[in-house]
Protein backbone atom coordinates (compact mmCIF):
# COMPACT_ATOMS: atom_id res chain seq x y z
CA UNK A 1 0.00 0.00 0.00
CA UNK A 2 1.47 3.33 -0.91
CA UNK A 3 2.42 5.62 2.00
CA UNK A 4 3.22 9.37 2.71
CA UNK A 5 4.58 10.88 6.17
CA UNK A 6 5.07 14.30 6.44
CA UNK A 7 6.20 15.88 9.30
CA UNK A 8 6.29 18.21 11.61
CA UNK A 9 2.22 17.90 11.63
CA UNK A 10 2.36 21.39 12.75
CA UNK A 11 4.58 24.13 12.72
CA UNK A 12 4.84 27.74 14.77
CA UNK A 13 7.12 30.08 13.33
CA UNK A 14 7.66 34.01 13.43
CA UNK A 15 7.66 35.93 10.30
CA UNK A 16 11.28 36.13 8.55
CA UNK A 17 12.03 32.44 10.06
CA UNK A 18 12.69 29.38 7.01
CA UNK A 19 11.13 26.68 7.95
CA UNK A 20 11.54 22.96 6.02
CA UNK A 21 8.74 20.68 6.10
CA UNK A 22 9.79 16.85 5.32
CA UNK A 23 7.73 14.25 3.23
CA UNK A 24 8.70 10.54 2.84
CA UNK A 25 7.19 8.23 0.80
CA UNK A 26 6.95 4.57 -0.08
CA UNK A 27 5.16 3.89 -3.49
CA UNK A 28 5.06 1.43 -6.28
CA UNK A 29 6.41 2.21 -9.58
CA UNK A 30 7.32 5.61 -8.24
CA UNK A 31 6.10 8.71 -11.24
CA UNK A 32 6.66 11.63 -9.51
CA UNK A 33 5.60 13.53 -5.75
CA UNK A 34 3.62 17.00 -5.96
CA UNK A 35 3.70 19.66 -2.84
CA UNK A 36 0.25 21.42 -2.39
CA UNK A 37 -1.01 24.42 -0.46
CA UNK A 38 -4.41 24.44 1.10
CA UNK A 39 -6.16 28.01 2.70
CA UNK A 40 -9.67 27.42 3.25
CA UNK A 41 -10.28 25.82 0.46
CA UNK A 42 -9.24 23.35 -2.32
CA UNK A 43 -5.10 22.51 -2.57
CA UNK A 44 -3.69 24.39 -4.87
CA UNK A 45 -0.58 23.20 -7.06
CA UNK A 46 2.98 24.11 -6.02
CA UNK A 47 5.48 21.71 -7.45
CA UNK A 48 5.89 17.85 -9.28
CA UNK A 49 8.99 16.41 -8.69
CA UNK A 50 10.33 13.64 -10.65
CA UNK A 51 13.75 13.86 -10.39
CA UNK A 52 16.41 13.41 -7.89
CA UNK A 53 18.80 16.06 -6.92
CA UNK A 54 17.01 18.64 -9.01
CA UNK A 55 15.33 21.72 -7.05
CA UNK A 56 12.09 23.66 -8.07
CA UNK A 57 11.76 27.33 -7.16
CA UNK A 58 9.16 29.59 -7.17
CA UNK A 59 10.11 32.87 -5.20
CA UNK A 60 10.79 32.00 -2.00
CA UNK A 61 9.95 28.10 -1.84
CA UNK A 62 11.74 25.46 -3.25
CA UNK A 63 11.83 22.01 -3.19
CA UNK A 64 13.81 18.83 -3.78
CA UNK A 65 13.23 15.25 -4.35
CA UNK A 66 15.76 12.20 -3.13
CA UNK A 67 14.91 9.29 -4.89
CA UNK A 68 16.97 7.17 -3.39
CA UNK A 69 16.49 8.01 0.23
CA UNK A 70 12.97 8.63 -0.77
CA UNK A 71 12.04 11.57 0.49
CA UNK A 72 11.25 15.65 -0.60
CA UNK A 73 11.76 18.97 1.37
CA UNK A 74 9.84 22.23 1.12
CA UNK A 75 11.68 24.99 1.66
CA UNK A 76 9.97 28.22 2.72
CA UNK A 77 12.33 31.22 3.04
CA UNK A 78 11.56 34.45 4.52
CA UNK A 79 7.78 33.50 5.94
CA UNK A 80 5.12 35.96 5.66
CA UNK A 81 2.04 35.74 7.48
CA UNK A 82 0.16 34.71 4.18
CA UNK A 83 2.39 31.80 3.79
CA UNK A 84 0.11 29.80 6.89
CA UNK A 85 -1.32 27.07 5.70
CA UNK A 86 -1.85 23.22 4.89
CA UNK A 87 1.18 22.13 3.59
CA UNK A 88 -0.13 18.77 1.55
CA UNK A 89 2.55 15.97 0.04
CA UNK A 90 1.53 13.28 -2.83
CA UNK A 91 3.19 11.20 -4.87
CA UNK A 92 2.23 9.38 -7.93
CA UNK A 93 2.66 5.47 -8.50
CA UNK A 94 0.35 3.42 -10.04
CA UNK A 95 -3.02 4.86 -8.41
CA UNK A 96 -4.30 8.38 -8.59
CA UNK A 97 -2.21 10.57 -5.89
CA UNK A 98 -1.64 9.35 -2.56
CA UNK A 99 -1.58 12.31 0.54
CA UNK A 100 -0.25 12.83 3.49
CA UNK A 101 -1.59 14.29 6.34
CA UNK A 102 -0.13 17.67 5.66
CA UNK A 103 1.72 19.85 7.75
CA UNK A 104 -0.15 22.80 9.25
CA UNK A 105 2.10 26.21 9.61
CA UNK A 106 1.32 29.37 11.47
CA UNK A 107 2.94 31.98 10.85
CA UNK A 108 3.00 35.12 13.53
CA UNK A 109 3.87 38.84 13.10
CA UNK B 1 -13.00 28.40 -18.18
CA UNK B 2 -15.17 27.43 -14.89
CA UNK B 3 -12.24 24.50 -14.31
CA UNK B 4 -13.65 22.23 -11.79
CA UNK B 5 -17.27 23.21 -10.75
CA UNK B 6 -18.90 21.18 -7.35
CA UNK B 7 -22.29 21.75 -5.86
CA UNK B 8 -23.62 21.91 -3.11
CA UNK B 9 -21.08 23.76 -1.38
CA UNK B 10 -22.76 23.12 2.29
CA UNK B 11 -25.03 20.57 2.63
CA UNK B 12 -26.64 19.05 6.61
CA UNK B 13 -28.56 15.67 5.75
CA UNK B 14 -29.87 13.96 8.59
CA UNK B 15 -28.93 10.32 9.44
CA UNK B 16 -30.49 8.19 6.57
CA UNK B 17 -30.99 10.31 3.98
CA UNK B 18 -29.14 10.36 0.54
CA UNK B 19 -27.74 12.72 -1.38
CA UNK B 20 -25.84 13.55 -4.28
CA UNK B 21 -22.55 15.86 -5.00
CA UNK B 22 -21.93 17.32 -8.10
CA UNK B 23 -18.80 17.61 -10.11
CA UNK B 24 -18.20 19.25 -13.79
CA UNK B 25 -15.19 20.44 -15.54
CA UNK B 26 -15.02 21.90 -19.00
CA UNK B 27 -11.51 21.17 -19.49
CA UNK B 28 -12.22 18.05 -21.76
CA UNK B 29 -10.18 15.87 -19.03
CA UNK B 30 -10.48 12.13 -19.57
CA UNK B 31 -9.52 11.81 -15.29
CA UNK B 32 -11.94 12.79 -12.89
CA UNK B 33 -11.72 11.95 -8.71
CA UNK B 34 -13.23 12.05 -5.88
CA UNK B 35 -11.42 12.49 -2.39
CA UNK B 36 -12.68 13.25 1.06
CA UNK B 37 -10.82 14.94 3.67
CA UNK B 38 -11.29 14.97 7.17
CA UNK B 39 -10.12 17.33 9.75
CA UNK B 40 -6.12 16.63 10.41
CA UNK B 41 -6.25 14.66 7.89
CA UNK B 42 -4.61 14.12 4.26
CA UNK B 43 -7.26 13.68 1.51
CA UNK B 44 -8.35 10.15 0.76
CA UNK B 45 -9.76 8.83 -2.75
CA UNK B 46 -13.10 7.46 -2.62
CA UNK B 47 -13.57 6.93 -6.57
CA UNK B 48 -12.03 7.75 -9.63
CA UNK B 49 -12.59 7.73 -13.12
CA UNK B 50 -10.56 7.01 -16.55
CA UNK B 51 -13.42 7.80 -18.67
CA UNK B 52 -16.87 8.05 -19.54
CA UNK B 53 -18.06 4.52 -18.26
CA UNK B 54 -15.51 3.66 -16.30
CA UNK B 55 -15.12 3.77 -12.51
CA UNK B 56 -12.86 2.43 -9.96
CA UNK B 57 -12.80 2.11 -6.18
CA UNK B 58 -9.84 4.14 -4.19
CA UNK B 59 -8.98 3.76 -0.81
CA UNK B 60 -12.47 4.43 0.88
CA UNK B 61 -14.95 3.65 -0.61
CA UNK B 62 -17.70 2.28 1.52
CA UNK B 63 -20.99 3.83 1.41
CA UNK B 64 -20.90 5.94 -1.70
CA UNK B 65 -21.33 5.34 -5.49
CA UNK B 66 -20.18 7.39 -9.11
CA UNK B 67 -21.31 7.16 -12.48
CA UNK B 68 -19.44 8.64 -15.21
CA UNK B 69 -22.12 8.90 -18.00
CA UNK B 70 -20.21 11.71 -20.12
CA UNK B 71 -16.81 12.95 -20.37
CA UNK B 72 -17.67 16.01 -18.20
CA UNK B 73 -19.80 15.26 -15.09
CA UNK B 74 -18.84 12.82 -12.12
CA UNK B 75 -21.39 12.74 -9.45
CA UNK B 76 -20.73 11.08 -6.27
CA UNK B 77 -23.77 9.93 -4.35
CA UNK B 78 -24.20 9.11 -0.78
CA UNK B 79 -27.02 6.66 0.21
CA UNK B 80 -28.23 6.11 3.92
CA UNK B 81 -25.79 8.99 5.11
CA UNK B 82 -24.02 8.17 8.14
CA UNK B 83 -22.25 10.70 10.73
CA UNK B 84 -18.95 8.85 9.76
CA UNK B 85 -19.57 10.66 6.06
CA UNK B 86 -18.85 14.09 8.31
CA UNK B 87 -16.03 15.36 5.69
CA UNK B 88 -14.94 17.86 2.88
CA UNK B 89 -15.40 16.14 -0.19
CA UNK B 90 -13.38 17.21 -3.49
CA UNK B 91 -13.80 16.44 -7.02
CA UNK B 92 -10.26 16.53 -8.83
CA UNK B 93 -9.10 16.21 -12.96
CA UNK B 94 -6.73 15.83 -15.47
CA UNK B 95 -5.86 14.46 -18.29
CA UNK B 96 -4.26 11.26 -17.27
CA UNK B 97 -2.83 9.75 -13.72
CA UNK B 98 0.75 11.17 -14.73
CA UNK B 99 -0.38 14.18 -15.36
CA UNK B 100 2.61 16.48 -15.82
CA UNK B 101 3.60 20.16 -14.78
CA UNK B 102 0.64 21.23 -12.81
CA UNK B 103 -1.18 18.02 -11.13
CA UNK B 104 -4.82 17.74 -10.39
CA UNK B 105 -7.05 20.83 -10.58
CA UNK B 106 -9.44 20.98 -7.78
CA UNK B 107 -13.05 22.13 -7.38
CA UNK B 108 -13.64 24.27 -4.07
CA UNK B 109 -15.03 21.62 -2.37
CA UNK B 110 -18.27 20.64 -0.22
CA UNK B 111 -18.79 20.59 3.29
CA UNK B 112 -20.96 17.55 4.57
CA UNK B 113 -22.30 17.32 7.92
CA UNK B 114 -24.46 14.17 8.49
CA UNK B 115 -26.35 14.91 12.26
Known amino acids: EDKVVQSPLSLVVHEGDTVTLNCSYEVTNFRSLLWYKQEKKAPTFLFML????IEKKSGRLSSILDKKELFSILNITATQTGDSAIYLCAVLGNTPLVFGKGTRLSVIA | NAGVTQTPKFRILKIGQSMTLQCAQD?????MYWYRQDPGMGLKLIYYSVGAGITDKGEVPNGYNVSRSTTEDFPLRLELAAPSQTSVYFC??????????????FGSGTRLTVV
Open chain 2, 92 to 105: ASSYSIGEANYGYT
Open chain 1, 50 to 53: TSSG
Open chain 2, 27 to 31: MNHNY
